[in-house]
């Protein structure tokens, strides 16, 4: 079973509009948690990181937010472009290791419409 | 825009050849990883590096091997291709512990006929 559990799986929504994206984890001990964009055909690209007493954190139009004790995450879009149509993964790493390893959820496929 | 870099971007192969997936990275950052990711997965650890002469196999088994002679060269062999492994191949690197950022490349989209 995954440790990274994102929902929903695919979104289709109109330009301009808002969105919300899931992200529920099981890893731990919990070190951080990140949520990358990735493109068809690309590399994933890091959008936020979040530490254990990060509640919410901004990068232009998105907005991740953290409840630790819940092991929830979502990701807000606002005022959608053509441009934000991508898979959005939700990452979350533990403390465990010193590595950095990372746990990868599925991703939220998002299209952006006209 | 990360300087990590990944040849060829995209590969098609007869099954049995040997082939190479090249990854490099300008940042200086000692570890390396590869990743392999199928259309609507996530994405699995297959091999890591801690720095040069240092290699490890990840969380997926894969009849895949690496090498790390160089800080910025991570290069990623298949003996003889088979079509189970047809997918996607994400190389990524980072300057420290899971704290810090891993920078991925375009990724390598290999098919094997």
């Known amino acids: ?114 | 825009e990360a300087d990590i870099y990944q040849t060829p971007r995209y590969l098609v192969i007869g099954t049995g050849k040997k082939i190479t997936l090249e990854c490099s990275q300008t940042m200086g950052h000692d570890k390396m990883y590869w990743y392999q990711q199928d259309p609507g997965m996530e994405l699995h650890l297959i091999h890591y590096s801690y720095g040069v002469n240092s290699t490890e196999k990840g969380d997926l088994s894969s009849e895949s091997t690496v090498s790390r002679i160089r800080t910025e060269h991570f290069p990623l062999t298949l003996e003889s291709a088979r079509p189970s492994h047809t997918s996607q191949y994400l190389c990524a690197s980072s300057n420290g512990n899971s704290a810090y950022e891993q920078y991925f490349g375009p990724g390598t989209r290999l098919t094997v006929t």
């Open chain 1, 1 to 114: 079973k995954n440790q990274v559990e994102q929902s929903p799986q695919s979104l289709i929504i109109l330009e301009g509009k808002n969105c919300t994206l899931q992200c529920n984890y099981t890893v731990s001990p919990f070190s951080n948690l990140r949520w990358y964009k990735q493109d068809t055909g690309r590399g994933p690209v890091s959008l936020t990181i979040m530490t254990f007493s990060e509640n919410t954190k901004s990068n232009g139009r998105y907005t991740a937010t953290l409840d630790a004790d819940t092991k929830q995450s979502s990701l807000h879009i606002t005022a959608s472009q053509l441009s934000d149509s991508a898979s959005y993964i939700c990452v979350v790493s533990d403390r465990g290791s010193t590595l950095g390893r990372l746990y990868f959820g599925r991703g939220t496929q998002l299209t952006v419409w006209p």
